[in-house]
């Protein structure tokens, strides 16, 4: 059981590029999250999932996009990079209501 | 919307006790809180919900004040393996929306 896993660890993107961060679980849990932690901050939400093509906007949503095609996978997608974007992305999921979420290791983004 | 953590930063001698607290200014559903260590990701410590249910952590105990919109997290005797970062996220308002607000954090730093 892995858990919760998230490639790649670390990225370089220049500006404009872009890029999918790929976020697996394998607890058959029906909702996924996506963070980002910026240095020295507190995590704020990006979009969450309640089950598979079912997505909703989190704090701050601008400049990503994600989908659920299957309760495996949720990945985020980031279009026109932007140094703003710099930060660290954490996935996350859990079982249902009133449970607490299950975080993966995190993906370290750079935007030169 | 943000809620507050304070203090925050703490330096503990082992075996000394701590309280952090996370205050918001909207309504409560839930309080979830979480550790962090550097370089890692978020780890689940407690889940204290409204009407009184709470999941979580045995050696370590938190409070939900639902009228005061405060939760307090209590560190006693503390080891060295309770340093780290720690996180309030909260559900605001008085239903369950399975999204969290995470507070502004709390350093914690226990020394021999």
């Known amino acids: 059981n892995a858990g919760v896993t998230q490639t790649p660890k670390f990225r370089i993107l220049k500006i404009g590029q872009s890029m999918t961060l790929q976020c697996t679980q394998d607890?058959?849990?029906?909702?996924m999250y996506w963070y980002r932690q910026d240095p020295g901050m507190g995590l704020k939400l990006i979009y969450y999932?309640?089950?598979?093509?079912?997505?909703d906007k989190g704090e701050v949503p601008n400049g990503y996009n994600v989908s659920r095609s299957t309760t495996e996978d949720f990945p985020l997608r980031l279009e026109l990079a932007a140094p703003s974007q710099t930060s660290v992305y954490f996935c996350a999921s859990k079982t249902g209501a009133k449970e607490t979420q299950y975080f993966g290791p995190g993906t370290r983004l750079l935007v030169l | 919307q943000q809620p507050v953590q304070s203090p925050q930063a703490v330096i503990l001698r082992e075996g000394e006790d701590a309280v952090i607290n996370c205050s918001s200014s909207?309504?409560?559903?839930?309080v979830h809180w979480y550790r962090q260590k550097h370089g890692e990701a978020p780890v689940f410590l407690m889940i204290l919900l409204k009407g009184g249910e709470q999941k979580g952590h045995d050696k370590i105990s938190a409070s939900f004040n639902e009228k005061k919109q405060q939760s307090s997290l209590y560190l006693t005797a503390s080891q060295l393996s309770y340093s780290g970062t720690y996180f309030c996220g909260t559900e605001i308002g008085s239903y369950n929306t399975d999204k969290l607000i995470f507070g502004t954090g709390t350093r914690l730093q226990v020394f021999p």
């Open positions: 999932s309640v089950g598979a093509g079912i997505t």
């Open positions: 909207k309504a409560l559903y839930s």
């Open positions: 607890m058959n849990h029906n909702y």
